[in-house]
């Protein structure tokens, strides 16, 4: 069964910095893309960026110049990295997992919370 488990979310200042991770199940190797989202009251989710297990990671333009996704294979986490954040930025994280059949996987998600 495939799990994804984030952390990491909580209350930080405006310009403040916070690093969320997701650990998942099996080898990050297995899916063909792991990525994160966001959903913020009211709003439609949003995706961020996804990272594949070759070649670059893509990113959404709104969050490109603050955000950065980076993994540790052999803890078989992917984090993402959030710089410079704004109240906007408040939303529930979700990262998420998609296999080569094309079934996504969701973690349950974890709040962050930009206020001062």
């Known amino acids: 069964q495939v799990q994804l488990v984030e952390s990491g979310g909580g209350l930080v200042q405006p310009g403040g910095s916070l690093r969320l991770s997701c650990a998942i199940s099996?080898?990050?190797?297995?899916?063909?893309?792991v990525g994160w989202y966001r959903q913020a009251p009211g709003k439609q989710r949003e995706r961020l960026g996804t990272i594949f297990p070759t070649g670059p990671t893509n990113y959404a333009d709104a969050v490109k110049a603050r955000f950065t996704i980076d993994r540790d294979d052999d803890l078989k986490t992917v984090y993402l990295v959030m710089n410079s954040l704004k109240p906007e930025d408040t939303a529930v994280y979700y990262c998420?997992?998609?296999?080569?059949?094309?079934?996504?996987?969701w973690g349950q998600g974890t709040q962050v919370t930009v206020s001062s």
């Open positions: 998420y997992a998609r296999e080569d059949d094309g079934s996504d996987y």
């Open positions: 099996g080898s990050i190797f297995r899916y063909n893309a």
